[in-house]
């Protein structure tokens, strides 16, 4: 951490002090594609965060760069610029450099935490204070205009708001926020499957426009409104009506401490997105079951799908029975 910070500020070179401002990355524990149909989710903040270093530069310019590949990170600095502005920032000149341990396209909102890590680091150099929900809407605009990716709001606000084991349940009708803490014996682990996706290559647009088409035909706004007879014969909208169910089902049993119960949500959660959703892959599959196979309660893909992590639940044991496994990122 002390390294990476001293490699930011020295990216910046001389010039006076360094400020610094951190968001986590998150693994989403239940919830998929939940959040731009209106419903719920519940988003767990990692350890690994995108660390931005930052000072004001007295000429005006706006000077960022990253110290990660692929350093392209112009269009997110324009695209927050014009959406912070909406929010009534002033121009402030600025020198920041960006570092980040979340890995890309592994459903680990990498995007997230760079949106919301830098979107802090220009708010505070122009003295503007925004509420959370405020600062994490406009960051996803801000995601939206710089991929064309139509993302939702849940990774912004988990990095906004996130804190490690402390789950956040969010409405995303109207974006309120409840932290469930995570029963002290239970464990998350995440691992990678080492397939890599992209969001912008349209299948990420193409399950929103099915949800969007179904909510149309039945007349509502959203499917958040739907119920299981409503969507019985719509795979893609029953995922997202049973998996609002499966968010608050799971909710209530870690509020009770019900670790096991916790832990069948996830499995089940994954059947609907492999079945239902159609958003998993072999290599997710096969790794839900390896964490299944060394003694997880559950376990399901988390994040968009088509690559990226898994998330898996588990009691005191199950952190030991997977550290051999190379696929594991991070345990809490
Ligand atoms: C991506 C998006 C989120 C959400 C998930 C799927 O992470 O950025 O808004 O839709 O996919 O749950």
Redesign the pocket.
């Known amino acids: 951490m002390h390294r990476r910070a001293d490699a930011v500020a020295a990216a910046l070179g001389e010039g006076g002090d360094v400020a610094f401002v951190r968001a986590p990355g998150r693994v989403?524990l239940i919830?998929?594609?939940?959040?731009?149909n209106g419903g719920w989710?519940l988003p767990l903040a990692l350890d690994l965060d995108c660390l931005v270093g930052f000072r004001r530069r007295a000429d005006g310019q706006v000077r960022v760069v990253s110290l990660d590949a692929p350093a392209e990170i112009a269009p997110w600095t324009d695209a927050l610029l014009v959406e912070l502005a909406a929010e009534g920032r002033e121009p402030a000149g600025i020198d920041a450099a960006v570092a980040s341990t979340v890995p890309m396209g592994a459903?680990l909102?990498s995007?997230?935490a760079l949106s919301v890590a830098l979107g802090l680091a220009l708010c505070r150099v122009s003295g503007l204070e925004l509420a959370a929900v405020v600062l994490a809407e406009a960051c996803r605009r801000a995601e939206e205009r710089a991929t064309g990716?139509p993302?939702?709001?849940?990774?912004q606000i988990a990095g906004v708001l996130g804190r490690p084991r402390e789950p956040l349940l969010v409405d995303c009708r109207d974006i309120s926020v409840e932290r469930v803490a995570l029963p002290g014996d239970a464990v998350v682990v995440v691992a990678d499957s080492g397939i890599r996706r992209s969001?912008a290559d349209g299948r990420?647009a193409e399950r929103r426009a099915a949800c969007e088409s179904a909510a149309a035909r039945l007349r509502i706004t959203s499917l958040r409104e739907a119920t299981v007879a409503d969507v019985a014969d719509d795979p893609v909208a029953r995922h997202v009506v049973t998996e609002n169910e499966r968010v608050l089902r799971m909710a209530a049993a870690l509020r009770s401490g019900d670790v096991e119960a916790a832990g069948a949500l996830l499995t089940e959660g994954h059947r609907s997105l492999r079945e239902d959703f159609a958003v998993s892959t072999p290599e997710l599959d096969a790794l839900v079951e390896r964490m299944l196979a060394l003694g997880a309660y559950g376990a399901r893909l988390t994040?968009?799908g088509f690559g990226g992590c898994v998330v898996a639940l588990g009691g005191p044991g199950l952190a030991e029975r997977v550290s051999g496994d190379p696929a594991v990122v991070c345990v809490q």
Not at 31 to 36: I, K, L
């Open positions: 989403n919830g998929e594609h939940t959040d731009y989710v459903g909102a995007s997230g990716v993302c939702g709001v849940m990774d969001l990420y994040g968009a």
